[in-house]
């Protein structure tokens, strides 16, 4: 009797001593987990799991205002509920992987979890006639001055030696 009286505390003293022992980049993490859990869900990676394990809402800052820590879940849908029977997406080195269901339905083929069935079918879209052609835009002339001859193109004037200066090359 007298030794359960002993290990009893010191088992639990022993348990906040080695608390101390996680190295501070691990704490960091979880902290940063726990952070974005709430600003997402309002919930911490630890209310989570107490929700997953008891299939009930559970989150422990209830506590604080004196309420059940876990609740029954509103309507009948479980959101940690994963359907095992549905094919899934995966990412893979040549884009998207399709995966088999882990329980695939009975009488199922194996072939049939392939990227082709996921390919939505062809939509029948009926073809509207083209749409008539523009009338061709008759562009304006400006018409020809009389009197006047046709001017010529410039030429590049060329350029003289300066005296003491080779002459340039053309």
């Known amino acids: 009797m007298n030794s359960r009286r002993i290990v009893l505390p ?3 003293a022993l348990s906040l001593v080695t608390g101390a022992c996680a190295p501070t980049a691990v704490t960091m993490v979880s902290y940063g987990a726990d952070g974005v859990s709430l600003a997402e869900s309002g919930k911490s990676t630890t209310d989570h799991l107490a929700s997953i394990v008891s299939k009930k809402d559970c989150a422990l800052w209830r506590m604080f205002r004196s309420q059940k820590v876990c609740r029954e879940r509103e309507g009948d849908q ?3 509920k994963v359907d095992y029977s549905q094919p899934t997406r995966q990412p893979s080195e040549d884009g998207v992987a399709y995966v088999p269901p882990l329980n695939a339905p009975a009488g199922s083929p194996g072939a049939s979890w392939t990227a082709d069935t996921y390919k939505p079918a062809p939509v029948a879209v009926a073809e509207a006639p ?16 009389a009197g006047k001859a ?13 005296p003491g200066q080779a002459a340039p090359v053309p």
């Open 130 to 145: 083209p749409p008539p052609a523009p009338p061709p835009k008759a562009s304006p002339q400006k018409p020809a001055k």
């Open 150 to 162: 046709k001017a010529r193109p410039r030429t590049k004037p060329v350029r003289k030696a300066s």
């Open 10 to 12: 010191l088992a639990f």
């Open 78 to 80: 479980d959101p940690y």
